[in-house]
């Protein structure tokens, strides 16, 4: 019993952090939200249309912004108060879905709205995500516990993927969309309060007289000229790009492939949401950032086998078990790539990075999604998939064939951050096996 309270207590451990504690509940909240409306707005969609395309073309435009924005935004977020950015955009964002709700729920709305609306909140999230991805750090108290940081927000988020999409299933049958979209506006009003709770310590922020461009040109040549950096940032756009549009394609699947309805795509997401979820506990266990750099390649190799088999699957029994597996591997080579980018960035370059990330990770996925719904309706769902797997596991034999000059260049970070001991111990168990050794 007292092994498995530890267990317990080391999972959950950066919420001894009050300020992470109130940013983990009201995000816990609103995240559920955001998902019911992620699959009542891909179902309502395809009610509306029937075309794979406009499935990709909706979700091309709420994240195409990013792409385009997102690199400034990390700009700003080095400068600026990321408190007060995250307090408005969140408060955009419930606006946005107040608006879907009303239009949907009174019968008016049209695909132009849709679109109209999805370019709005990827224009707010352009700003949100990398703000959000580096004021995590200000919440920690403890910055050892950072990377569990990461990893919780990681395991609330797929935890909100398991229930939202369940939740939204049943709704949609029940209520139609519109009651989906009218629960997320009324899930941003507790991670406002939360926000609003914070007690957050103002920093001395030196003058920055560079502009903005001069800024953003100096973190792309810091990513570039580092390797680790630059290759991890490669490896999440290439299977953002190939591998993570199979969501999109989800209302197709169940609908056409598996022959069923809202409910199905519930349960198809819901799995997804298990698989991630049960990935996140998994890095949240962990005590040390040493091995992540293996654990990428193992991960993206899981997703890329999940999506290869889930694409001859016609049955909802071997369909639910592979979306498990291919949330599995997607979690656990997205987090990690995450930790170890926090893990080795220098703080003042981080928002930055974080940014890069994200247009790395959100940025790419909108041409992906394009992609995926075009070809999706001239070759089928199915070999769409079939198509990304294939690129995703391609990718990751690239990225471990790399691990061994990755880990050249990480060991000095390491040697700098005072945890030289500890990479020794990792380089010389490494070396016992003939293996890279753990980054």
């Known amino acids: 019993m007292n092994v498995n ?7 959950l451990r950066a919420l001894k952090s009050r300020n992470y504690r109130l940013f983990f509940s009201g995000q816990g909240i609103s995240l559920i939200g955001t998902w019911m409306q992620q699959i009542a707005l891909g179902w309502l969609v395809y009610r509306l249309t029937d075309s794979a395309f406009l499935l990709g073309l909706v979700s091309f435009a709420s994240q195409i912004p990013t792409f385009l924005l997102a690199s400034f935004a990390g700009v700003l977020a080095d400068r600026y108060d990321k408190h007060k950015i995250i307090i408005i955009t969140q408060t955009f964002a419930m606006i946005q879905a107040a608006i879907l709700s009303i239009l949907t729920l009174m019968g008016i709305v049209h695909i132009w709205h849709i679109i109209s609306l999805s370019i709005l909140l990827g224009l707010i999230n352009a700003f949100d995500m990398p703000t959000r991805q580096t004021f995590v750090i200000d919440l920690v108290e403890d910055k050892k516990d950072l990377p569990n940081a990461i990893a919780l927000n990681s395991s609330m988020f797929n935890a909100a993927r398991l229930i939202g999409p369940t939740i939204a299933g049943i709704l949609i049958s029940l209520y139609g969309e519109g009651i989906c979209f009218l629960i997320n506006a009324v899930s941003y009003i507790a991670v406002i309060i939360g926000l609003l709770l914070m007690r957050i310590e103002p920093k001395i922020r030196e ?3 560079e502009k903005v461009l001069r800024g953003l040109k100096e973190g792309v040549k810091y990513a570039y000229d580092f390797i680790p950096i630059r290759t991890l940032l490669i490896l999440i756009a290439i299977i953002s790009l190939s591998g993570m549009p199979y969501t ?18 519930g349960y198809l997401l819901g799995s997804v949401g298990i698989g991630a979820f049960t990935g996140a506990i998994y890095l949240a266990s962990r005590k040390t950032v040493l091995g992540l750099g293996r654990l990428i390649a193992i991960a993206s190799t899981i997703f890329a086998v999940g999506l290869l088999l889930f694409s001859f699957s016609t049955s909802l029994i071997f369909s639910i078990p592979l979306m498990f597996v291919a949330g599995l591997g997607m979690m656990m080579q997205m987090a990690s790539s995450n930790t170890l980018l926090q893990t080795i960035v220098d703080d003042d370059k981080r928002g930055r990075i974080m940014s890069l990330y994200v247009m790395a990770f959100m940025g ?3 041409f992906g999604s394009l992609i995926a719904g075009s070809l999706a309706s001239k070759i089928g769902a199915p070999y769409t998939v079939l198509l990304s797997g294939i690129t995703c596991l391609l990718t990751a034999f690239w990225f471990a064939k790399n691990l061994p000059n990755l880990r050249k260049h990480i060991r000095p970070v390491y040697v700098k951050m005072g945890i030289i001991q500890e990479v020794s111990s990792g380089l010389q168990s490494a070396t016992h096996l003939n293996m890279p050794p753990n980054k």
């Open 207 to 209: 003058a920055k007289k």
């Open 364 to 366: 790419t996925a909108p």
């Open 248 to 265: 999109v394609l989800m209302p197709i699947f169940a609908k056409d492939i598996l022959h069923g309805n809202a409910n199905t795509l």
């Open 5 to 11: 309270f530890q267990t317990i207590k080391d999972i």
